[in-house]
């Protein structure tokens, strides 16, 4: 379709070339020699573009834009001016034009301006298949060879840049593509943690970042500076969340990433106990029995001690506090803004815990919700839902004032992902076993070895034995457990929704943020 151009400039005849330039290039353009035309114009033609002289006799540019504006809000206007003054420039700026051009204007000026407005999509769009088809090529290849953890997070991050980025390019019919390279890479991932991980959790050999080590890697070394320390853990933030929320955070602080690893299952009760420990829940089982049989009836119960935990963490540590240590869990809106009215009263205490459960309740919710399910089908959507959120939390609102104060540390991290879970995997098991979507414990569990990872010895993962006969069943790539009886409902039920606890890469894989004020 022809790109419609409109030209407000009282000395139009002298514009001939480069209106001739535009037309050969395959534009339609329309001129007017004043602002009353051109809002007329405007007012009965529709157009892609306006260029806009600033200084025309009787209707200014800026009081022709500002009329134009209101009867197209959305259409782009490059004013064209010979005043180079400042304060033009942020008037015009201030009406919202689109672009600035200084005269006099060469022709290729003209034409940068009109494939930054008319044509940018279909430029970008190009060049993103190509670059994804090259980066699609290089990804396949590098599956070939063994990986080090530290190579599969930035495979991973390389994939989540490319999901978000064809999130704006859906014409392209890329996405396909996408997911089942993610489907492949996935399968790749559980194989290396199947092969690695208990090297890993032994500590033999090189090993990655783990829950375990997040206090002693990210958190000891600040409480040594003069500043007040704040960890932040979101339940069951993704790599691709995180990165619609850092733009927001942007003006506020220095921001500095790396990542860990969480242990397995990746699941609140085992993986967010071992942050604040920095024990295995094998350990945190030996130590502190009442803490595992407090969860015998509602394993959420386990994160009921998560302060105690930390606290009992910097006493092994011998690291005392003064004051104390602070903990907060929100778990309500109402009680988040409580918080976030009264977040500089935390700032005199050397370190403050924060969990957010808010992630974690719009996973779980969009299984339940058809209308969370409605705004949130897909993963592009899911992610959008999570900015959405962080742009009106008073998860934002504390992070904002915190970001006004001077010796302020802050840790930003997750305890788990979660995985969109589209293939149900069969499994049998005794009455007992629990009822968890991405792994199960119990005794008798039998399930296909291709789909997860048995655990005959739990202490061989470092996990709660239980009974002497209790096993564990960790899901991989996007599979999940479905029981025999009621199976054909069930796995309907729970297909398309995001789960944890299993192996895959948006589980295990996950940010670790320090933010520093500017």
């Known amino acids: 379709m022809t790109k419609k151009i409109l030209w407000v400039d009282d000395e139009i005849d002298l514009l001939g070339g480069h209106l001739r330039l535009l037309e050969q290039k395959g534009y339609s353009v329309d001129t007017a020699t ?9 007012r009965e033609r529709p157009y892609d573009l306006v260029f806009l002289d600033e200084m025309m006799p009787g209707m200014g540019g800026l009081r022709t834009l500002s009329q134009i504006k209101d009867l197209a809000p959305n259409l782009p206007i490059v004013m064209i001016t010979k ?13 919202k034009i689109s672009d600035y051009l200084t005269k006099p204007v ?27 088809t090259q980066e699609f090529q290089q990804i396949s290849l590098s599956l070939m060879n063994p990986l080090s953890y530290n190579e599969w997070y930035d495979l991973y991050v390389k994939l989540t840049n490319w999901d978000i980025e064809l999130d704006e390019h859906p014409e392209l019919g890329l996405r396909q593509t996408l997911l089942d390279q993610k489907r492949e890479c996935n399968a790749e991932f559980g194989k290396f943690v199947e092969k690695h991980y208990q090297n890993w ?53 220095s921001i500095e990433k790396s990542f860990h690893f969480s242990i397995l299952p990746t699941a609140t009760p085992y993986s967010r106990n071992a942050i604040f420990s920095g024990l295995f829940p094998a350990d945190i089982e030996k130590r502190f029995p009442e803490i595992w049989q407090a969860g015998e009836e509602d394993e959420n119960s386990r994160n009921r001690y998560e302060h105690m935990l930390l606290d009992k963490f910097l006493e092994r540590k011998r690291i005392q506090l ?86 302020i540390k802050i840790i930003l991290t997750t305890d788990h992902g979660s995985v969109r879970c589209l293939r149900g995997s069969k499994i049998i098991g005794d009455r ?38 209790t096993n564990y069943v960790l899901a991989k ?16 039920q729970y297909r398309d929704s995001f789960q944890h606890g299993g192996i895959s890469m948006e589980e295990m894989m996950l940010p670790v943020v320090k933010l520093e004020p500017k």
Not at 34 to 42: K, R, T
Not at 229 to 236: E, R, T
Not at 477 to 492: G, I, M, R, S
């Open 34 to 42: 004043n602002g009353e035309d051109a809002i007329e114009l405007v």
């Open 83 to 95: 005043n180079e003054a400042e304060s033009l420039m942020e008037e015009a700026i201030g009406s």
């Open 106 to 132: 060469n022709p290729s000026q003209v034409l940068m301006a009109c494939k930054k407005f008319l044509e940018a999509k279909k430029i970008t769009s190009a060049y993103v298949s190509r670059d994804y």
């Open 201 to 253: 959790i032994e500590q033999r050999g090189e090993s990655p970042v783990l829950s375990t080590d997040v206090l002693e890697k990210f958190i000891v070394p600040e409480l040594d500076t003069a500043a007040s320390v704040f960890l932040f853990v979101i339940d069951c933030l993704r790599l691709d969340q995180w990165l619609m929320m850092e733009p927001l955070l942007a003006d506020y602080f």
């Open 322 to 407: 003064k004051p104390e240590s602070k903990y907060v869990k929100i778990l309500d809106t109402e009680f988040g803004r409580q918080v976030e009215g009264n977040i500089l009263s935390y700032t005199k205490s050397k370190l403050t815990a924060v969990v957010v459960n808010f992630v974690d309740m719009l996973a779980h919710g969009r299984s339940d919700s058809p209308l969370l399910k409605e705004i949130a089908p897909n993963e592009a959507a899911y992610r959008s839902l999570t900015r959405s959120w962080f742009q009106h939390s008073s998860l934002f609102g504390m992070l904002k004032t915190l970001s006004t104060q001077k010796n």
């Open 432 to 469: 007992e076993a629990s009822t968890n979507l991405r792994y199960k414990f119990g005794r008798n569990l039998r399930v296909d070895d291709r789909q997860a990872v048995f655990v005959k010895h739990p202490l061989d993962y470092k996990l709660p034995r239980g009974g002497v006969t």
């Open 477 to 492: 790539e996007d599979f999940y457990f479905v029981y025999p009886t009621d199976y054909h409902k069930y796995l309907n």
